[in-house]
């Protein structure tokens, strides 16, 4: 379990998260949502201490990450994985090598047993045949499936997704969903996944977190979202569904 | 109000920098232990910083220590002055000062910018956020190899100087008639000092600390895109060139 409490973040004069608050429960999946520029990426380097709050707490399984030595953060950072915005793939490496980064440094596993692994995790992502290729050589999509691949690489028990599916067509996108809500069952893992795609939060969450302007506006389970009138968080799912073109009748 | 903001600008700046880079520093050295987090990159760098150095760093010190030579001639062309002397002015200069410091500004440009540049890029695209989320200790993974790279190859780089730039002085006082070679060193081993050679390599060992050091920092705290980048990438061939001199002149005036 993982509890955010009322942090505040500053970048300069700019107060980028104000007070925030949230709680991540074992085994679900958590959507973040909010326009861009919220501060949803913010919040999320918060939760794996790659930025600290000045007030507030951040703590994982009782925890609190920024109390204790960074040693113990790294630990601490082994149960997630994480998918940055831009895929962050090491861009050294093949998208092989990059699945192939985290078995390599974290278990003893033998060359064999990495080809398998690895080649499970690509083929999840349905990238099997682009191994070899370097990440320049990878279209923008791809890049971002390598990256989940390599995020999922260690069986996490917490997977921080930062806008999975944007800049995916939808039928990639769709099994990037499909994968998730995967992994969530068959792993018990607990997601949080940022995104902008309110076809994505339906399709896999189980609560949403609306951030706006810094603010922790509206927290609350799918059900909830759909019966709120509140009018932030119904201008901000209207926009979306304008966007996909899909309005939401049931 | 302005001896304020002189005060941000001429104090605080540097006051913080030295702050964030001795903090660097004593993160990665506290990685030292931790010899299998570096070891794979600690090889590759001694190739790119050291064997892939070799034969521009050989070039230049060929064409100074020729140099050298052929301005010593000329200098003290004078029939009461014994040939030889070119061999004993040549040879200390190369090994106390041109060997190091010619292969340091060669490694400020090659190796500082690369280094920066390298780093940089991976600051700005998260790669850096990446090996630390997933519990990698990033200093000790990307900076303390390059910093030991550094110290470890530059004195090979040195040696190899010395020994590139002498010949080259060799060569052309013999072949262009300023000095026969058995003159030269002859010279040279009349007035030749033990601690010289010395000398050269406890330089060699700070210039190669210098220039890894304040190139990763660079690298490391770059912010911004692009634009970021070409600013750390030149701060560090800048930087490096800079603090060379000065621990140069540091050295020379404490052992010497
Ligand atoms: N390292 C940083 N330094 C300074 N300002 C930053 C930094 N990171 C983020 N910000 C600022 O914080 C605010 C929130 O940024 P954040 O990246 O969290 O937005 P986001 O909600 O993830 O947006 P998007 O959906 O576009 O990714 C922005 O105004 C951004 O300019
Ligand atoms: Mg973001």
């Not at chain 1, 953060?73 to 490496?93: C, E, N, P, T």
């Not at chain 2, 060193?185 to 050269?200: M, N, S, T």
Request: charged share 15%; proline share 4%.
């Amino acid at each position: 379990m993982i509890t955010i409490e009322s942090i505040n973040k500053h970048f300069g004069d700019k107060h980028v998260l104000v007070d925030v608050s949230l709680e991540i429960f074992e085994g679900e999946t958590l959507a973040i949502i909010g326009r861009s520029g919220s501060g949803k990426t913010v919040l999320m380097k918060h939760i794996i201490g790659l930025m600290q709050p000045e007030s507030g707490r951040v703590t994982v399984d009782g925890t609190d990450i920024n109390r204790i030595s960074y040693t113990e953060l790294r630990r601490v950072r082994r149960q997630f994985g994480v998918l940055f915005q831009g895929g962050a793939l090491f861009d050294s490496l093949s998208a092989f090598e990059n699945v192939a980064f985290p078995l390599r440094t974290f278990t003893s596993m033998d060359e064999r047993e990495i080809i398998k692994e690895v080649h499970i995790c690509l083929e999840m992502v349905d990238l099997v045949d682009v191994g070899s290729k370097m990440p320049a050589e990878l279209s923008g999509g791809m890049k971002k499936r390598v990256a989940l691949a390599r995020a999922v690489a260690l069986k996490p028990r917490y997977i921080l997704y930062d806008e999975p599916t944007s800049g995916l067509d939808p039928e990639t996108s769709n099994t990037i969903d499909e994968l998730i809500k995967g992994l969530t069952d068959q792993l018990n893992v607990t997601s949080i996944v940022i995104t902008h795609d309110m076809h994505s939060v339906l399709s896999i969450a189980d609560r949403a977190a609306l951030i706006y302007m810094g603010r922790m506006h509206w927290v609350g389970s799918i059900q909830e979202l759909h019966s709120s009138d509140d009018q932030i968080l119904n201008d901000f799912v209207k926009a979306n569904e304008y966007q996909i073109g899909n309005p939401k009748e049931e | 109000m302005l001896h304020v903001l002189a005060y941000r600008k001429l104090i605080q700046g540097p006051v913080k920098a030295l702050g964030r880079y001795s903090m660097l520093l004593i993160h990665a050295g506290s990685a030292l232990p931790d010899f299998s987090t570096y070891r794979k990159n600690l090889f590759s760098q001694m190739v790119q910083i050291g064997v892939e150095s070799i034969p521009i760093v050989a070039l230049a010190a060929a064409f100074s220590g020729a140099v050298t030579t052929v301005q010593t001639s000329y200098q003290l062309v004078s029939p009461f002055l014994p040939k030889s002397i070119i061999g004993s002015i040549v040879v200390p200069s190369m090994i106390l000062e041109l060997g190091v410091v010619v292969t340091g500004f060669i490694l400020a440009g090659r190796v500082g910018a690369r280094i920066a540049a390298e780093l940089g890029t991976m600051r700005v695209t998260e790669q850096i956020d990446a090996l630390e989320a997933m519990g990698l200790n990033s200093i000790g993974y990307l900076i303390l190899p390059r910093v030991l790279a550094g110290i470890l190859m530059f004195p090979v780089l040195y040696v190899v100087a010395c020994f590139v730039g002498i010949s080259g002085g060799i060569l052309v006082g013999h072949f262009f008639g300023f000095v026969p070679a058995g003159e030269f060193l002859q010279g040279a081993r009349e007035f030749f000092q033990p601690f010289d050679p010395i000398f050269g390599l406890i330089k060699s060992f700070v210039f190669g600390f210098t220039i890894t050091s304040i190139s990763c920092y660079k690298g490391y705290f770059t912010l911004g895109g692009a634009e970021g980048v070409g600013q750390s990438t030149t701060q560090a061939a800048v930087s490096s060139c800079v603090f060379i001199l000065v621990a140069d002149l540091i050295l020379a005036a404490t052992l010497l």
